[in-house]
């Protein structure tokens, strides 16, 4: 379909198996883009547990896990495992990506869209990794730091629970993080 529309696309599934099998098919013009823990920095090797998910990278001083320390005007970017992935997938005729990935990227940076095709596959999985995505878990010790006692509604009434959110869990966080800040 890819080609018959003579477009980018991105193919988005669940697990790990599908994509390097989407890559040994497609590999010829695919990138795969992985999450950041997924990279080992330029500067350090795979065996010491360092992963790109570490980095600290900071505008205008770079990273220290991929600076090129003889370079001067290096900031690590130009080095970067993860970001040079990241602009192939973006430039690659079709990238392919984890789902959870995708809504992460999508809700966040977002560099690498927009696509003109996406091609979802395990379906049957998108419901269970969007709920995952969006859902918020209130930990018994979380519920304690907010100073705020669990409600006793039904599960199956989210607009109570909608409602508990917006009336106890927002104002209780907001004053929380207040007290952080100050």
């Not at 973006?90 to 392919?96: K, Y």
Request: charged share 25%; with cysteine; hydrophobic share 35%.
């Amino acid at each position: 379909v890819r080609r018959a529309l003579q477009t980018r696309a991105v193919y988005l599934c669940h697990t790990i198996r599908l994509q390097e099998q989407v890559m040994r098919d497609f590999g010829v013009y695919a990138r795969l883009l992985k999450g950041r823990v997924r990279y080992t920095p330029a500067n350090h090797r795979p065996d010491d547990g360092i992963t790109c998910d570490d980095c600290l990278f900071k505008k205008g001083r770079g990273c220290r896990l991929c600076l090129d320390y003889r370079d001067p005007d290096s900031n690590g970017l130009d080095r970067c495992p993860y970001v040079l992935a990241k602009e192939d997938a973006r430039r690659a005729p079709l990238s392919v990506l984890n789902l959870s990935y995708f809504l992460a990227e999508s809700n966040g940076p977002g560099i690498l869209g927009p696509w003109p095709l996406g091609l979802l596959d395990e379906c049957d999985q998108v419901e269970e990794v969007v709920i995952a995505h969006v859902q918020a878990d209130l930990t018994a010790k979380r519920l304690e730091t907010l100073r705020l006692l669990p409600p006793s509604y039904p599960v199956d009434r989210p607009d109570l629970w909608a409602t508990w959110i917006d009336t106890c869990v927002r104002p209780a966080a907001d004053s929380h993080l207040k007290h952080l800040l100050v």
